[in-house]
């Protein structure tokens, strides 16, 4: 029984994260929704309209994944009919196209699947070199580094380090550079085509979602002996060499290479 259970199991890394298009698709259905009721069915404009937001709020908290993307279905039709009915005054077109193109630079399509801005906050990896110990000057990357939060965390932790960081988006990879520490590098590329396989730690603050796909690179390309470390997200399916707190009580999870991997079970918590 357990052999077929676990043939029947779908790999953590086989999952495809397909956000947002489950929020458009809710959306959609929830406009279709308000037309079949006020057009179709002549309802009043407070039952067509009440109908399809409950509903969408009800998918929403069953379906979203973090509380962000539950907020995001929720309030996407409600909010898209106050505009379409004209109780809010909108504002210029341009004013729309400035918005569209900051947001578009900020968060490029691809990073969609990625974590939004997700900061490490100041000093929350202090005291992880005594759990995570490394070699003098060791090469150490923050993988997806947002404005610098993480250099600047890593840089507490292992003063001594070579720190890099990579950012797909321009305008937070020109600001982790003002705000990075001195001598580290950061560069604007893909976290998930650059090449891990020359640093002794890469450090990643991303999202459930991705952890998989992070795990599947770093097991292809971390050398024996290298650390994969995530704050607050663990890998599924992964047992962790070290499970350390910060500061704040956020798990760290830390995985050295050659990885530990368990085909079914998930990761035990992190133990007090």
Same mark, same amino acid.
């Given at each position: $029984?357990?052999?077929?259970?676990?043939?029947?199991?779908?790999?953590?890394? &086989?999952?495809?994260?397909?956000?947002? /298009?489950?929020?458009?698709?809710?959306?959609?259905?929830?406009?279709?929704?308000?037309? &079949?009721?006020?057009?179709?069915?002549?309802?009043?404009? &407070?039952?067509?309209?009440?109908?399809?937001?409950? !509903?969408? /709020?009800?998918?929403?908290?069953?379906?979203?994944?973090?509380?962000?993307?539950?907020?995001? $279905? #929720?309030?996407?039709?409600?909010?898209?009919?106050?505009?379409?009915?004209?109780?809010?005054?909108?504002?210029?077109?341009?004013?729309?196209?400035?918005?569209?193109?900051? &947001?578009?630079? $900020?968060?490029?399509?691809?990073?969609?699947?990625?974590?939004?801005?997700?900061?490490?906050?100041?000093?929350?990896?202090?005291?992880?070199?005594?759990?995570?110990?490394?070699?003098? +000057?060791?090469?150490?990357?923050?993988?997806?580094?947002?404005?610098?939060?993480?250099?600047?965390?890593?840089?507490?932790?292992?003063?001594? #380090?070579?720190?890099?960081?990579?950012?797909?988006?321009?305008?937070?990879?020109?600001?982790?550079?003002?705000? #990075?520490?001195? *001598?580290?590098?950061?560069?604007?590329?893909? $976290?998930?085509?650059?090449?891990?396989?020359?640093?002794?730690?890469?450090? !990643?603050?991303?999202?459930?979602?991705?952890?998989?796909?992070?795990?599947?690179?770093?097991?292809?390309?971390?050398?024996?002996?290298?650390?994969? +470390?995530?704050?607050?997200?663990? +890998?599924?399916?992964?047992?962790?060499?070290?499970?350390?707190?910060?500061?704040? *009580?956020?798990?760290?999870?830390?995985?050295?290479?050659?990885?530990?991997?368990?085909?079914?079970?998930?990761?035990?918590?992190?133990?007090?």
């Amino acid at each position: $029984m357990r052999d077929r259970a676990r043939s029947r199991a779908r790999p953590a890394s &086989a999952a495809v994260d397909r956000w947002p /298009l489950p929020a458009l698709a809710l959306w959609v259905v929830a406009w279709a929704g308000f037309v &079949a009721l006020r057009v179709g069915l002549q309802r009043p404009v &407070a039952e067509a309209f009440g109908i399809p937001a409950l !509903l969408a /709020l009800v998918w929403a908290l069953r379906r979203g994944t973090t509380p962000m993307r539950r907020m995001v $279905m #929720a309030l996407g039709f409600p909010l898209s009919w106050v505009l379409a009915a004209g109780m809010v005054p909108l504002p210029p077109a341009w004013v729309w196209a400035v918005l569209l193109a900051l &947001a578009l630079a $900020m968060y490029p399509w691809r990073t969609w699947r990625d974590a939004p801005l997700y900061p490490t906050p100041p000093g929350a990896l202090d005291g992880l070199r005594e759990a995570v110990w490394l070699p003098p +000057v060791a090469r150490v990357l923050d993988a997806g580094c947002g404005a610098g939060d993480g250099l600047r965390a890593l840089e507490r932790a292992y003063p001594d #380090a070579r720190l890099d960081g990579v950012e797909r988006s321009w305008p937070f990879a020109w600001l982790a550079r003002l705000r #990075a520490p001195v *001598g580290a590098r950061v560069w604007r590329g893909d $976290m998930w085509t650059l090449d891990w396989s020359g640093y002794d730690l890469v450090y !990643l603050f991303q999202r459930p979602e991705t952890m998989p796909r992070a795990a599947e690179k770093a097991a292809r390309e971390l050398r024996p002996g290298a650390w994969l +470390v995530s704050l607050e997200f663990d +890998v599924p399916g992964w047992t962790p060499t070290v499970c350390w707190h910060c500061p704040d *009580g956020r798990p760290v999870w830390a995985y050295r290479a050659p990885f530990d991997r368990v085909s079914v079970s998930p990761t035990a918590p992190c133990p007090d």
